[in-house]
């Protein structure tokens, strides 16, 4: 359905269905209000909130797409995430971390190569909100280095610089480079949907979804930079410019490591020679990108903290939790130093092998190789937060798979560890989550082969 539209009395036009639109909007306002006013704890109206936005959300979608009013659908995602504009992040203290960082560099402060209780006492002459912050971080962001690249730390630099006596101001202005990322993703997102001959409005499973709303805006998480990044690189990749999209992967990789992963599945549609270049760019700014690192003496640091996520972190994962439990009962311990770097090497050898597929040939092909690849790394992964989840499903948007928008809401089961006095995850549910997620995963593919699911034309 095309121009489908209505016609007021004074002759301005609106798209079909946008009395239905506004309401659905402006109950899922009310939902995502009232959910960034609820602790992480209270996990029973976490749920129930979610889980009624998550129905809004996908009728919402069907609305939207109904009545060909993608603008409206983008501009109903922005106001939904300024909804939290205000509000400081109420399911994750990782914020605390980023505004400590922010603060050591705008005051010619190094993040890299000291723990947070060593500078605590050289800052606090210069750092107004020094002694705050270090009473909010955590345990585990006291003890480790920081483990975000330099590229990320300018996105927590630049608010600290502009708003040196207020966390809430620093949240706001970090909360706007996270929206300003996540109406990028949506632009250029429509645009790489169009060359992929898909709907432009699926996009919307994405901009609309609430795991980014609640995750990315709301919770403050930089996966929403990186996603952007990464679908600029699609852009440029598939428009066959491949030194632009190596260009945009590196900053990708500049804000979270993960989009590095995915380098060995270009191959196939570069082509060696090109694919070469693209390599090389992608590494080359990279490395230039993390000099800070080098420069200030934290790389050791720094490396040490991005080891602890594959040797010590456990969290929401499923493959590894069998692994872990055979473990416990053929040796009597967590053997996650023994099946964290094992499950780490089989995400290598799947990622390999699905780079040499000659499916990645055709633009459609790599959008699904991609999605499987990343899939893989957080399946056999040991750590699985929610805003993970952000990137697999922005590749999902390109493609017929659509196991990713079920785990976006099943992800959501993982917050019940919260709820327990002390911390303590629900087996339970975690096995509820995976199940759902595996059985659409099988289902997809066991119904059409890769090939055959990526070239499809959504219905």
């Known amino acids: 359905m095309k121009n489908a ?11 079909k269905g946008v009395t239905a639109i506004a309401l659905l909007t402006a109950l899922s306002a009310a939902g995502y209000f009232a959910l960034g006013q609820t602790g992480r704890t209270h996990f029973p ?18 609305q939207i797409k109904a009545a060909d009013a993608l603008r409206l659908g983008i501009g109903v995602s922005v106001a939904l ?32 190569g000291v723990l947070p209780p060593a500078v605590l006492d050289a800052v606090k002459p210069t750092v107004p909100l020094s002694e705050a912050l ?14 975000y690249p330099p590229f990320n730390e300018l996105f927590f630099a630049l608010p600290a610089w502009a708003f040196p006596n207020s966390i809430l101001a620093n949240v706001v202005a970090m909360r706007l480079f996270i929206i300003l990322a996540n109406l990028g993703t949506a632009l250029i997102g429509t645009r790489v949907l169009r060359a992929l001959g898909r709907p432009p409005g699926d996009i919307l499973y994405y901009s609309l979804n609430p795991l980014v709303i609640v995750e990315l805006a709301g919770n403050l998480h930089f996966e ?34 993960v989009p590095l992963l995915l380098v060995p599945v270009f191959l196939r549609f ?18 230039l990108l993390f000099l800070p690192v080098v420069v200030f003496g934290g790389n050791e640091g720094f490396f040490q903290s991005i080891g602890l996520y594959f040797q010590n972190f456990e969290f929401n994962a499923s493959i590894f939790y069998l692994l872990r439990q055979l473990g416990l009962w053929l040796a009597g311990y ?14 290598l050898a799947l990622v390999l092998h699905l780079s040499l597929s000659k499916k990645n040939e055709t633009p459609s092909g790599l959008m699904a190789s991609l999605l499987l690849a990343l899939s893989g790394y957080y399946l056999l992964g040991t750590t699985v937060h929610p805003w993970y989840l952000a990137t697999p499903l922005a590749l999902s948007v390109f493609t017929n798979f659509r196991f990713p928008l079920v785990w976006s809401f099943a992800v959501f089961l993982s917050y019940s560890a919260y ?36 070239e499809q034309k959504a219905i």
């Open 134 to 147: 270090f009473d909010q971080l955590n345990d585990l962001q006291k003890s480790n280095h920081t483990c």
């Open 5 to 15: 539209a209505i016609h007021t009395a004074s002759g301005d036009t609106f798209p």
């Open 224 to 257: 929403a930079l990186m996603v952007f990044f990464l679908v600029l690189s699609l852009h440029f990749a598939i428009g066959k410019k491949h030194l632009l999209a190596g260009s945009a992967l590196a900053l990708s990789v500049s804000v979270k490591l």
């Open 270 to 287: 570069f082509g060696w020679r090109k694919w070469a270049a693209f390599a090389v760019v992608v590494g080359g700014l990279t490395l």
């Open 334 to 347: 967590d053997m996650i130093g023994i099946f964290g770097p094992a499950l780490s090497v089989l995400t």
């Open 81 to 112: 995430q300024l909804v939290l504009l205000l509000h400081l992040p109420n399911l994750s203290d990782d914020y605390f971390r980023f505004i400590w960082d922010g603060q050591l560099a705008a005051n010619g402060i190094s993040p890299y």
């Open 45 to 62: 109206t976490l749920l129930a909130l979610y889980t009624g936005l998550f129905a809004l959300f996908l009728l919402l979608v069907k």
């Open 419 to 454: 709820g327990n006095v002390p911390f303590a995850e629900n087996p339970w549910l975690v096995g509820v989550e995976y199940v759902l997620v595996y059985l659409v995963l099988f289902l997809e593919l066991s119904k059409h082969q890769v090939g055959k699911i990526a």
